[in-house]
């Protein structure tokens, strides 16, 4: 076969062949309901030859477990349906199971969940001692996993719901096991308590001083603080 044989092939299989068949009644019905919700005769046609291909392509083994659960429910929708709803069932338990074992490890191993950007910036830190504090500090994603969490653009989140932010997720990776947050509106006390050492109160200490000085948050503010061997006191004031 020369190239432009070859090319005259490939160019007629993707050409649109107009076919005419007779359906029943109550097939007609089922191509005008979805006619009038937009749908071309031909679009309906080959997604319902793309459903049945995959249909026809399960295994024999699949296709006579589906046949038995249809002796028993019926039809094929309803074992689909039962199906799905199990597959969900089953994934929101596996979802359920690892966040037991998160809070487990937590509580009993005494484990942090740390982000992958401050876990890499502590081990290139340990390879510059002189900058093992300063540079995860100032390398952090806290705004990131703030609006994660808050799911509103950074313009549009106040001081009050970042401290409450703040808060929630700490505690929940195991950081501090209770932050206090006094005051307002525009001024509040934080009081991080831990279980670690005063190294571990400067770190978060830069870390909240540099979150907080961040030209991408909607207001501006000064932060003082105070690290402590297990205390880490920020006083945070909106300017």
Excluded at 109 to 129: H, V, W, Y
Aim: glycine share 4%.
């Amino acid at each position: 076969m020369s190239d432009n044989e070859e090319k005259t092939g490939n160019s007629a299989s993707q050409e649109q062949i107009p076919i005419y068949v007779k359906v029943s009644v109550k097939t007609r019905d089922i191509i005008d309901h979805y006619k009038k919700e937009g749908k071309t005769i031909s679009y309906i046609i080959e997604e319902a030859i793309k459903r049945y291909a995959s249909f026809k392509s399960l295994s024999p083994d699949i296709v006579a477990m589906l046949n038995k659960h249809i002796e028993t429910y019926g039809n094929e929708r309803t074992v689909l349906e039962k199906a799905i709803k199990l597959l969900d069932a089953e994934e929101d338990l596996r979802n359920s199971e690892d966040i037991d074992l998160w809070c487990k490890a937590r509580d009993e191993l005494k484990m942090m969940l740390i982000g992958k950007t401050t876990f890499s910036q502590m081990l290139e830190a340990a390879e510059a001692p002189e900058q093992s504090l300063d540079k995860p500090m100032k390398k952090n994603i806290a705004l990131d996993v703030i609006l994660w969490y808050v799911k509103k653009p950074l313009n549009q989140v106040d001081l009050e719901e970042i401290l409450a932010a703040i808060r929630r997720i700490w505690i929940m990776a195991n950081y501090f096991y209770s932050i206090d947050v006094e005051g307002g509106p525009n001024e509040f006390h934080l009081i991080f308590k831990h279980h670690q050492n005063r190294r571990y109160s400067n770190y978060w200490l830069g870390y909240f001083k540099e979150m907080f000085r961040s030209q991408d948050l909607s207001f501006k503010c000064d932060v003082e603080g105070q690290a402590l061997d297990e205390t880490l006191s920020l006083t945070i004031r909106k300017t």
